[in-house]
Structures are given as structure tokens and as C-alpha cells.
């Protein structure tokens, strides 16, 4: 059966333009030789990407004996994408270039906000930010919005949960309304965290399996982990983005750590440390879930390792859990997060720019797997 000509032209010119990203500066012929595809047909495509702006000449190469060739790159300035990281009081956003550049950034306060206030906030710091950097909308391709929930199935709707102002059912549409030709895409913040603390580590270790162990800084009254294994968001059978849950493993009391001015782990270490009852009891309840929370993932999950974020990331304690987790012969790598927000940034990057860019279709995509019996 003859091959549809139009199609393999296309199929060419993605396969081109993801070998021009990846090689940085590259020479038609070097395309055509990695490629295997012809020099013709290769000639042609990259001027009508010249042509498009998604490449652009970037000098001259060496010369062989001939002309010395004409080199291209990645125009990553041809489009933009924005990611915006809801959390309870406030919302930052940031805009991205197709080199996971980041453009521009705002923050703006959400507390006592109603969804409307929230869809205008959204759209305003947008166009701000766009405006600030002379970028024109018809520039901005994907909107993707990290908040803390899950996707509905049956409904079809990213549910956003733990902020009560935002009716996270209407959300979508009302931003779909204001950006009609924009992709917008609502993803778990501990699943982005996960995909962001992966990203750092991916081209530093061995390391292909991870798993973040996240209590959040706000003291939410639950707590959240994420597997991702070599790029790849494992998602638990119960609870859609990994909620730790209490009829899972006992939880700490999180809400009485604030309620007993431990808003900082360093301080709730120092003052057990001190002898203080108050802070050894709820030191020693911490420990126990944590050392709990990982037994249970240890029992399911064989991770290269563990990253405490948020609340928990403090080196103290991930030495205090170890020595817990010792007494029952048992071991694992056990590291804090350095990168706080910038992971669910650096995941949410990676997302977009993997389902832009990859070539592997099952890169990015969420799995069903069924850790609980």
C-alpha cells in the first residue's frame, strides 16, 4: 500500500525539527545523515521551517573542502506556554519558551478570592506578562495549571481540592472561554513535584525510580506522595494522586503541629531535642508516619529513592527516620528537595515540552497501577 505522501512529509518534518532541537547547531547534511532522510527532501523542509520561524540560520560550520555549510537551531522563541501553580493564599505564574526558558513571572494573592476573581487573575497575569515581554497572544499555545486534586473520569474535570474558593468544575471552561485557542491542562501538583525532582536528577545518576513524600508547608490535613518511574507518573489504584489516607496508615496529627506553633520542622526538632514533652510527642507521631508512609511504599515500591517536600524536607529528620527505619532492618536513599515550588515548575515544563517534543508516545502519560489489595 502506497504511503500517503502528505503524511510522511509531515512525519519527516517533526522527526527534522526534533533533530535540530537536539543537536543544538546542525548542518543540513549532518540532518540528512542522522535522519537517513534526503538531502532533497531535507533542503526543502528545513527552508519551510526557516520560512515557519520554528528554525532559524545560525551561523556558518566548518568547511570539509566546499562551502563552509550554513547551521540551524531551534527558534524557541516561536512559541510560549504558560504554567500557573495554584496553591491555597496565592498563585504564581510563569511564562515558558519552547527551551523551557522561563520567560516572566508573577505572583498574585488568591485568598478570599471567588473563581471569577481567580479566571480574571489568571487571564490578567497572563497578558501582563506577555505585554511586559511585547509577546502576542496568538503566541501562547498551552496553559497548563498545577493545583492540588485530581481528574474526575466520569465527569471529565480536573477537581481541584483544599482551596474552597475556586469551583474547580467551572474553572476550565471559563478559561477555555477566555483563551479559545489555547490548550489548557490541568495536572496533580505532587505529580508535577515528582516529574520536577526527576528532572534534576535524570541526566546526574542512575537513579530511574523515585518517590516525593510531600506534607505541605500550608499544613494541609493530609499528605500526598508521587512515584515516577524513568519519567513515567505512576498513579495509585486508590486515591487519584496518591493521598496518603487514614485508613491506609495512621496519620500525624498535622493540624496539631500548627496549632502547637511548628510551623517549621527545625523548631519542632530543636525543641524535642530540649526535652520539651509537647514537641517530643509530636516529633515522635511524625516519625512514626513517616517511617510508616515509606515502609508501606518499601512493601509496594522498590524506589532508587525517597525525597522529602515541603514540611518534611529538613536533613534532621531524614536522619531521624533513618535510624527508625534501621531498628527494623530496614534501608533506603532518603533526600530533602533543594528545589521547593521550582520542582511542580520544572515538572509541569517537562510535561508540556515531552507531549510537544517526544517522540515516545507513552512519555508523560499517567499509569494505572494497583498498589493497594
Known amino acids: 500500500m502506497a504511503f500517503n505522501s502528505k503524511i510522511s512529509k509531515e512525519l519527516n518534518k517533526e522527526l527534522i525539527l526534533s533533530c535540530i532541537k537536539k543537536e543544538g547547531l546542525i548542518s543540513k547534511v549532518e540532518i540528512s545523515r542522522i535522519t537517513g532522510i534526503s538531502l532533497p527532501s531535507v533542503s526543502k523542509i528545513v527552508d519551510e521551517l526557516v520560512e515557519e520561524g520554528r528554525i532559524i540560520e545560525f551561523g556558518v560550520g566548518d568547511s570539509s573542502g566546499g562551502r563552509r555549510p550554513v547551521l540551524y537551531k531551534f527558534n524557541g522563541n516561536f512559541r510560549y506556554f504558560a504554567v500557573i501553580i495554584i496553591k491555597k493564599v ?21 485568598e478570599g478570592a471567588d473563581d471569577d476573581d481567580v479566571v480574571f487573575s489568571i487571564t490578567s497575569g497572563i497578558s501582563r506578562t506577555l505585554s511586559n515581554y511585547n509577546i502576542f497572544i ?10 492540588p486534586g485530581y481528574f474526575d473520569y466520569e465527569k471529565n474535570k480536573f477537581l481541584i481540592n483544599g482551596i ?12 477555555s472561554k477566555k483563551f479559545p485557542n489555547v490548550e ?52 495509585p489504584g486508590r486515591g487519584y494522586l496518591g493521598r496518603i489516607e487514614k485508613d491506609m496508615i495512621d496519620m500525624a496529627d498535622i493540624t496539631a503541629l500548627k496549632k502547637n506553633g511548628y510551623e ?70 532518603i533526600q530533602k528537595s533543594l528545589l521547593n515550588e521550582k520542582a511542580t515548575l520544572y515538572g509541569c515544563i517537562e510535561e508540556i515540552l515531552s507531549n510537544l517534543f517526544s517522540q515516545d508516545e507513552k512519555f508523560g502519560k499517567i499509569y494505572n497501577v494497583d498498589f493497594y489489595k
Open 90 to 110: 496565592y498563585m504564581s505564574i510563569y511564562l515558558i519558551n519552547l527551551d523551557g526558558d522561563v520567560i516572566g513571572e508573577d505572583k498574585i494573592a488568591i
Open 138 to 147: 496568538g503566541k501562547l499555545s498551552n496553559i497548563c495549571i498545577a493545583a
Open 164 to 175: 474552597p474558593v475556586i469551583k474547580a468544575i467551572d474553572l476550565h471552561e471559563k478559561l
Open 184 to 235: 489548557i491542562k490541568f495536572v496533580s501538583d505532587i505529580h508535577m513535584t515528582a516529574l520536577g525532582e526527576w528532572t534534576r536528577i535524570k541526566n546526574r545518576s542512575e537513579k530511574k525510580r523515585i518517590v516525593v513524600i510531600d506534607i505541605d508547608r500550608d499544613l494541609r490535613e493530609n499528605a500526598c506522595f508521587a512515584i515516577i518511574d524513568n519519567g513515567n507518573i505512576l498513579k
Open 264 to 333: 517549621e520542622v527545625g523548631k519542632l526538632i530543636n525543641d524535642a531535642k530540649a526535652k520539651k514533652a509537647k514537641a517530643i510527642n509530636l516529633l515522635t507521631n511524625l516519625l512514626d508516619f513517616l517511617a510508616q508512609t515509606i515502609k508501606h511504599i518499601l512493601h509496594y515500591v522498590d524506589p532508587d529513592s525517597i525525597i522529602f517536600h515541603g514540611y518534611i524536607a529538613h536533613q534532621s529528620l531524614i536522619e531521624a527516620v533513618k535510624v527508625k527505619l534501621q531498628e527494623e532492618n530496614l534501608a533506603c536513599d
